[in-house]
């Protein structure tokens, strides 16, 4: 691995309860993600791919294992001091894209800025920098339920990168689009985290979009099985 680890995953163990059943998800996960790296996450429906996500962004807490992201052990820092490391280091895009429908696309976009105590100018500059990286300038004022389903992931995009997070974690983020505009989506997306330097895990159930990532992995019974070696 040519730069550090911005994210090491060591021996991560989770099961969920069901009646008075235990069922494991995730069966001993290990992972290490340089700088300015691009992982794709395949793995079928049900296999753990979202809440390996969701413990990457310190969201859910698993049962057994260590996340380590620039160097803090995640689940040692206080709720507080973990909230403040996603809002400053992560960016999530969410498959339903999670935009708040109240707020006018700006608004959406400049939010993380808004938590992170940025002032007014900053915000609108970086909201309308970024709002031309995802083709959507002249949309400013409008809500998330006058734009496509596309149009909508641009902006849950523009929200995640808006803040210069160190790593973003993308869940199926073309899930939910026609494959011809996840496709043009993905491209953005990609050619961002690429253009910013950013760190990208992305899942998606689409080998074409996996083969643009610099490794592949698939989540198969708990496990993280790299794409191109063998498996055993
Ligand atoms: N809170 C929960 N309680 C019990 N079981 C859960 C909970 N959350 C997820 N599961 C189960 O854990 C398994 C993994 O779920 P997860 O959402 O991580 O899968 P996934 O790989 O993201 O699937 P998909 O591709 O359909 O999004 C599923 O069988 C799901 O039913
Ligand atoms: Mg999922």
Redesign the pocket.
């Given at each position: 691995m040519q730069n550090k680890p911005l994210l090491v995953v060591e021996d991560l163990y989770h099961s969920?309860q069901?009646g008075g059943d235990s069922r494991p998800?995730l069966n001993g996960i290990n992972l290490q993600v340089a700088e300015h790296e691009c992982i794709a996450l395949l793995?079928r429906?049900?296999?753990?791919?979202?809440?390996l996500l969701n413990m990457l962004a310190g969201i859910d807490t698993p049962q057994d294992g260590r996340i380590t992201i620039m160097g803090q052990n995640i689940h040692e820092l206080s709720e507080l001091d973990r909230t403040l490391l996603r809002r400053r280091h992560i960016g999530f895009v969410y498959q339903f894209f999670n935009l708040i429908p109240t707020l006018t696309i700006a608004e959406n976009v400049g939010l993380p800025l808004e938590l992170n105590g940025y002032n007014e100018r900053d915000i609108r500059k970086l909201v309308g920098l970024l709002l031309s990286d995802v083709g959507l300038g002249d949309r400013w004022n409008a809500y998330p339920d006058q734009l496509s389903g596309g149009e909508q992931q641009r902006i849950a995009i523009a929200r995640a990168l808006i803040h210069n997070p160190s790593i973003i974690l993308a869940d199926?983020p073309t899930g939910n689009l026609d494959a011809e505009t996840g496709e043009h989506t993905l491209r953005i997306l990609l050619g961002l985290s690429r253009q910013l330097k950013r760190t990208l895990i992305i899942v998606t159930h689409s080998f074409e979009v996996a083969e643009k990532a610099d490794r592949i992995f698939t989540l198969n019974d708990g496990v993280l099985n790299r794409e191109g070696e063998p498996h055993w």
């Open positions: 969920y069901e998800i793995g429906s049900g296999s753990g791919k979202s809440t199926e």
